[in-house]
């Protein structure tokens, strides 16, 4: 998905431009750039000059093991791959990818310990300047406030807890910011947005009246389901029951009986698969029907995971992306589509899911902000959360669109929902739903 015939670095001033195929961009990108608004003072500059030929170290912070392993290992290739087309380059520093595991085989997904333990590690390595993840929000809430006292920047591509930037749950989110600086930022949107797009998706697509939702009663489950009811019962949907399901059950007829009981139009799904999604799945359309009677939905949680695509009762599940789809971006003739295309040729086959791509637009932040930088982690940092913060241009970004950091709260301005149906095994387009 990505070729590029060629890369050339130029510095400009205290700024690097970026030749991206042939095309030179005037604002910051993933590569060794700066946007217009930095170079004219927009943003702050470290006044030190960068250390020629140093290598500074950058991370990724993903669940390697359990039914994440395939997506997070894409995600990782791909960047390796974008670094590689940089010249493994961010102005005038070497970068190195030091990928870390956040999960643990027995649990087979995301662990506390595991995310603690990486959290000081990060801080430990004294060569490592950034981090790019986590992928689940509980992570990240670990994390972050490990990180912030020691400056490090830490960018994520899938966390979507509104938490971590904004007034959510009690003493949110300045808890996660013990030093009084913001040092975390995302490159997607919020689940305050992706709860109120699928509760419109619901009401004025999908037509339902009566929704009942369910929740993995972890950190993210728990925001984009309350998100979604709160949404729903403001558009005029009934929410006739809300519960958590327990990973470790074997089984959900319980719940689902008491949905048919509530006369339940819809079901909704806050959490994650890898907390026994599957059997949750294959249980609901047991007790409910298949998809198409009683509609089943379910946020970015349950996207990426070719376990859930290969079950025959996902086949009609609705599910919500918080950004644009790879078949979307591949769509369109941008850096996008020739880094799949370069990774598909590489590797015989795309990457796993929609988030690998954002996994490269983070880094893209990430090496924005150290071509600007004196190298330290302050000063990385400092490029992401003061003046005019970094921006990637629409002709460098990724994602196929702009990628702008709010420097006051980390946010992205960049605000997509894609709405998707699982049709042959596969997450099929269905709309780019408005959000408000």
């Not at 400009?12 to 195929?21: D, N």
């Not at 085989?105 to 506390?112: L, Q």
Request: aromatic residues 6%; neutral net charge.
């Amino acid at each position: 998905m990505r070729t590029r015939s060629i890369i050339r670095v130029v510095a400009v001033g205290t700024a690097a431009a970026l030749t991206l195929a042939g095309c030179a961009s005037k604002s910051t990108t993933a590569s060794p750039t700066t946007s217009s608004a930095a170079a004219s003072g927009g943003a702050s500059v470290s006044s030190a000059a960068p250390a020629s030929g140093k290598t500074l170290v950058i991370s990724t912070d993903l669940p390697l093991q359990g039914s994440s392993a395939s997506q997070s290992d894409s995600t990782n290739k791909l960047i390796q791959l974008y670094l590689d087309q940089v010249g493994n380059k961010a102005g005038n520093y070497n970068i190195t990818l030091k990928p870390y595991d956040d999960s643990t085989a027995a649990k087979g997904a995301w662990d506390d310990a595991a995310c603690a333990k990486n959290a000081t590690d990060h801080v430990a390595n004294a060569d490592e300047v950034a981090v790019m993840g986590t992928f689940n929000s509980g992570c990240a809430k670990i994390e972050v406030p490990v990180l912030n006292p020691a400056d490090m920047l830490m960018v994520s591509h899938a966390n979507t807890n509104p938490g971590l930037t904004k007034t959510w749950d009690t003493g949110e989110p300045n808890k996660y910011y013990p030093a009084g600086n913001r040092t975390y930022a995302r490159v997607v949107t919020t689940d305050d947005y992706q709860g109120s797009a699928a509760a419109a998706f619901a009401k004025n697509d999908l037509k339902v009246t009566k929704c009942y939702v369910l929740n993995d009663n972890q950190t993210y489950g728990l925001g984009v389901a309350k998100a979604f009811s709160d949404s729903a019962a403001k558009l005029g949907i009934t929410i006739v029951g809300t519960k958590a399901w327990d990973a470790k059950q074997t089984s959900y007829t319980a719940l689902f009986q008491e949905a048919k009981t509530a006369g339940a139009d819809c079901v909704y799904l806050g959490g994650i698969y890898d907390n026994n999604g599957g059997q949750l799945i294959k249980d609901k359309v047991a007790v409910l029907g298949d998809n198409t009677k009683v509609k089943l939905m379910g946020p970015d949680g349950f996207t990426g995971y070719k376990d859930l695509l290969a079950l025959p009762q996902s086949a009609g599940m609705y599910l919500t992306f918080a950004g644009l789809t790879t078949d979307q971006l591949i769509k369109a003739d941008g850096p996008g589509k020739k880094l799949i295309q370069a990774y598909t040729a590489k590797y015989g086959a795309a990457p796993t899911g929609s988030y690998p791509l954002y996994g490269v637009a983070a880094v893209q932040v990430i090496l924005a902000a150290i071509a600007k930088s004196d190298g330290t982690r302050k000063g990385v940092t400092d490029q992401v959360f003061s003046g005019a913060g970094i921006t990637i241009p629409v002709a460098d970004s990724v994602t196929g669109k702009e990628i702008k950091i709010d420097p006051a709260s980390g946010d992205t301005t960049a605000k997509d929902i894609t709405v998707e149906i699982v049709k042959d095994q596969k997450e099929t387009f269905v709309k780019a739903q408005a959000v408000s």
